[in-house]
């Protein structure tokens, strides 16, 4: 049966298109996880999307993975094919940062996507490799300074733990100097 779509007040959808990461994060529910990496292959993405492609055209996010999803190789397609059916709607990506570089950051902003936001869990090279186990302090801080540099906008989620609450007040201070 045909729903009435106008009653729904559904604002984002959240769409996992891989279950892996570069990082290799101690609290992270997908280092953690059991679960083998997978990468959800395109022709089921494109279905799914033409599936809930009447909730596409009335939501205003879009939130491809919550794990890494500039690891997908067809993560750009997929966002192609996303904003084909609603040009309009608000591409959001959360990244860890090490893989932002150059080429993604302007295929991102090619497709309007020019927020995205970034999980730094340290305000130091040494809190945040320890968190954030096999990144790169400089690599990120780099990646979004240079996306910020080509006019896109950055948010930041900064999880607050024992071993970097002290980090805290000095990682506004870097967020505010990135």
Not at 122 to 142: D, L, M, P, Q, W
């Amino acid at each position: 049966t045909q729903k009435d779509l106008s009653l729904l007040s559904v604002e984002t959808i959240v769409q996992e298109v891989t279950t892996t990461c570069n990082l290799r994060c101690p609290t992270c529910r997908v280092t953690q996880s059991q679960v083998p990496a997978h990468f959800m292959g395109f022709s089921e993405f494109v279905q799914i999307c033409h599936n809930l492609a009447p909730y596409l055209k009335m939501v205003r996010v879009y939130n491809l993975s919550s794990s890494e999803s500039l690891l997908h190789p067809r993560v750009f397609d997929m966002i192609d094919v996303v904003k084909h059916i609603n040009p309009n709607l608000f591409i959001s990506i959360i990244t860890n940062g090490m893989l932002l570089n150059e080429q993604k950051q302007v295929a991102l902003l090619q497709r309007g996507v020019n927020s995205i936001c970034v999980s730094i869990d340290g305000a130091r090279k040494e809190t945040t490799e320890k968190i954030r186990v096999g990144s790169n302090f400089e690599t990120v801080s780099n990646n979004v300074r240079s996306f910020i540099s080509k006019g896109g906008m950055v948010r930041t989620i900064y999880v607050v733990r024992d071993n970097n609450i002290n980090d805290l007040l000095d990682f506004i201070d870097l967020a505010d100097d990135l």
